[in-house]
Nanobody, 121 residues
């Protein structure tokens, strides 16, 4: 079994910063692409940022220049540094990872439970 556990959400004022992390654990053979999604009330889940195993990252236009994602391939952790936060960044943030386990030959997508980020004065 694989578990993804996010941490670091909370309440922050507009213009502030938050750092999220997501640790994958279990019978992991290798972790490939990792990503952050978010879902605001009444809206569909959207991709915020992704990062390949080699470190190539991509961002949604709405967060470019403000958010940075990084990863630790040894610890199977992905990070999301969020700066200059806006009220419209308020959402539940989920991490996603494409992982091959020690008991399978194909990679599957796994999801964390989500962490709330609220940007408000």
């Amino acid at each position: 079994q694989v578990q993804l556990v996010e941490s670091g959400g909370g309440l922050v004022q507009p213009g502030g910063s938050l750092s999220l992390s997501c640790a994958a654990s279990g019978n992991i053979f290798r972790t490939y692409a990792m990503a952050w999604y978010r879902q605001a009330p009444g809206k569909q889940r959207e991709l915020v940022a992704s990062i390949s195993r080699g470190g190539t990252s991509n961002y949604a236009d709405s967060v470019k220049g403000r958010f940075t994602t990084s990863r630790d391939n040894v610890k199977n952790i992905v990070y999301l540094q969020m700066n200059s936060l806006k009220p419209e960044d308020t959402a539940v943030y989920y991490c996603n990872a494409n992982i091959i386990t020690t008991t399978r030959t194909d990679a599957l997508d796994y999801w964390g439970q989500g962490t709330q980020v609220t940007v408000s004065s």
